[in-house]
């Protein structure tokens, strides 16, 4: 199993910047990447970036530009500078670990989220 913490979250004007942390323990040779979704109210969650252990990274468009998805290796830590924050921005962001089961299956693990709320 892997166990997932995020931090970072709150609340910022348009325009400001959060920096999201989500720290991983437990199996984490298994893991093949992480990434962060969120959830905005009455809307389905999104994916907002992803990074693989080989260093592939994906964004969503609409944040392509003004968040950076990063990792430390060492600390087990995957990171989301969010700059140039929008109203739209607002929700609950996850951190995501997808792991090889050993199977040749995927298993997805999910922190408890983390609430990033932006003011216009």
């Known amino acids: 199993q892997v166990q997932l913490v995020e931090s970072g979250g709150g609340l910022v004007q348009a325009g400001g910047s959060l920096r999201l942390s989500c720290v991983a323990s437990g199996n984490i040779i298994s893991i093949l990447a992480m990434g962060w979704y969120r959830q905005a109210p009455g809307k389905q969650r999104e994916l907002v970036a992803t990074?693989?252990?080989?260093?592939?990274?994906k964004y969503a468009d609409s944040v392509k530009g003004r968040f950076t998805i990063s990792e430390d290796n060492a600390k087990s830590t995957v990171y989301l500078q969010m700059n140039s924050l929008k109203p739209e921005d607002t929700g609950v962001y996850y951190c995501?670990?997808?792991?090889?089961?050993?199977?040749?299956?995927?298993?997805?693990?999910w922190g408890q989220g983390t609430q990033v709320t932006v003011s216009s």
């Open positions: 990074i693989t252990t080989t260093g592939s990274i």
């Open positions: 995501n670990a997808a792991t090889d089961t050993g199977w040749g299956t995927e298993f997805p693990y």
